[in-house]
């Protein structure tokens, strides 16, 4: 029954989010998908992802999030690495299979010192893409269809530091943003942040927040530390989960949720690749020997974005990690 339920769910969740609608010509993206099996890995072959388009530094360190647009079928990413400003804007199209270099933002023009850690985060519904410069009181908004950007109200009186958490919760109408155990929520109706929980037991900086659609929820927490973990439900109501086998955060983990189940992946820097089923509050470890990139050692230099009418995650490396694009089944059916 209650996978039933997890399968009406994101069914409900992709046509709400316009992910699926009349038949479109095949995309190397989804021929990809449709031939992995549960469990699988393939490189995606595309055009234009290259050192030219990620710059002679790192910018996807200190990060693990891109945003998939169903609407318009493309992965989103902003990020820049220590040495290099200001931060870069990338995209990823599936009907062309290429990579571009979008303009960078004016807002980011000035930024000296940057990374993107778990601050890119989208509503689908709307066709919204929003970034959070960390260590800042600002949250950018970025009309895909339009091309343009604008800025929410300043979250006035909430702490600062790097490694922040953004991330947008349908159900609610607004974002929620993590820092050091305080959880604020901008509210789209009322055009305002509040503060919805504070104290939290969790690491200081690094934080992660995921929004889960199979389950309805934002699992948030860990951090450099910390394996601390909890849900946000739709209600508002946090509930403690059970602490993570491995630390959480960006530096420890790539953290994502699979689109078909629900489960959340962890890939860690010692080599583990786990999964965290919600409804049942336990973690089990996952085959690592078939992973189309190095891991142990270091979760930097991998990104995630959930493809939700493809049933796949997209993970795109930078030169360390190789240069790759690639895809990752984990549960079957696209649901």
């Known amino acids: 029954m209650h996978a039933l339920r997890c399968r009406l769910a994101v069914a409900f969740w992709l046509v ?13 993206l989804g021929k990809a998908a449709a031939a992995l099996k549960p469990g699988a890995w393939t490189e995606l072959k595309t055009d234009g992802y290259n050192r030219e388009l990620l710059g002679n530094h790192d910018f996807l360190v200190y990060s693990d999030r891109a945003a998939w647009d169903p609407r318009s079928e493309q992965v989103l990413f902003i990020g820049q690495d220590h040495l290099k400003p200001p931060p870069r804007f990338i995209t990823y199209s599936a009907k062309t299979n290429s990579w571009k270099a979008q303009p960078t933002p004016a807002w980011a ?23 959070h410069p960390s260590a800042s009181r600002i949250v950018h908004q970025y009309d895909i269809a339009k091309n343009s950007w604008t800025t929410l109200p300043e979250l006035t009186g909430a702490g600062t530091g790097h490694g922040t958490a953004l991330e947008y919760f349908p159900e609610m109408k607004g974002l929620v943003r993590v820092l050091n155990g305080t959880v604020h929520f901008y509210s789209e109706d009322k055009k305002s ?17 995921i929004y889960n659609p199979a389950h309805q929820c934002v699992i948030l927490g860990g951090g450099n530390g910390s394996s601390d973990l909890y849900k946000l439900d739709a209600a508002g109501k946090f509930t ?16 994502t949720v699979d689109p078909a189940s629900g489960d959340l992946l962890a890939l860690h820097k010692d080599g583990k690749f786990l999964a965290y089923h919600p409804a049942a509050d336990s973690w089990k470890e996952l085959p690592a020997d078939n992973l189309p990139f190095a891991l142990k050692g270091s979760s930097h230099s991998i990104v995630a974005a959930p493809i939700a009418n493809h049933g ?21 059916g696209k649901n």
């Open 16 to 28: 709400a989010w316009g992910a699926v609608g009349a038949a479109e010509p095949m995309t190397e």
């Open 193 to 209: 942040w509040s503060v919805l929980k504070d104290k939290l037991t969790m690491g200081p900086y690094h934080n992660v927040a």
């Open 312 to 332: 796949v995650t997209l993970f795109f490396t930078s030169a360390g990690k190789g240069y790759k694009v690639c895809l990752y089944k984990h549960a079957a």
């Open 109 to 131: 023009e000035p930024l000296k010192w940057f990374h993107a850690y778990e601050n890119n985060a989208i509503d689908a519904g709307k066709g919204l893409f929003f970034h």
């Open 240 to 255: 403690e989960l059970k602490k993570a086998p491995i630390g959480l955060g960006i530096g420890q983990s790539v953290l």
